[in-house]
């Protein structure tokens, strides 16, 4: 017996309108579906900046049971929606960034060569792939003087927009508004109350 097909989701708010239309750039089948393995790249494309670690988080808590390997939006949806009103996975600050960068900069010149900018985000911490350092360092690397001018890289990373998050709040600001608004329910024995007087 061949399966229903599950009826497409639909958005309720431009929050969820943002998360699904991201998520349907990674369904290639059409059938609200994707790849484990897509998590990362969904996520980033919405703003966020999970550690790997975060993004097994994500994929554990939505993978579909029956058919591992695969996350359902059904899934994502409501998780993603909560994640990104609790503002969980949200990008450093300048002065974070910048911080970090004079932490390594022992010499306060400005700049980090590209030798030690590249044992730092291959080696340290959490590596990035060859291809995530390939990428990164098309807007890092100044050619001229082969450096990382590390003040003039982190307002090259400060103009991506972080408005998902701010969908985000608005949606949530919405939501409590009509709860606000909605008649609040009265327990009968209350009820009962107000009609003996």
Known sequence: MARKEEPKIQANNDLEKKIIEAFEVFDHSGKQVVDVREIGT??????????????????????????????????????????????????????????????FDTE?????????????????????????????????????TDTITYEYYINQLMVAPKDVYNTADEAEAERKRLEAAAPKKRRASSLLRAAQN
């Open 42 to 103: 969904i996520l980033r494309s919405l703003g966020c900046c999970p550690t790997e670690a975060e993004i097994q988080e994500v994929i554990l808590a939505t993978e579909n049971k029956e058919a591992t390997g695969n996350v359902p939006l059904s899934n994502f949806l409501p998780f993603m929606c909560k994640v990104m009103i609790q503002h969980r996975f949200y990008p450093a600050t300048a002065e974070m960034l910048l911080a970090a960068f004079r932490y």
């Open 108 to 144: 306060g010149r400005g700049y980090l060569s590209k030798e030690r900018f590249t044992q730092l985000m291959l080696e340290e911490g959490e590596p990035f792939t060859q291809e995530e350092f390939e990428e990164m360092m098309q807007t890092a690397l100044d050619p001229v």
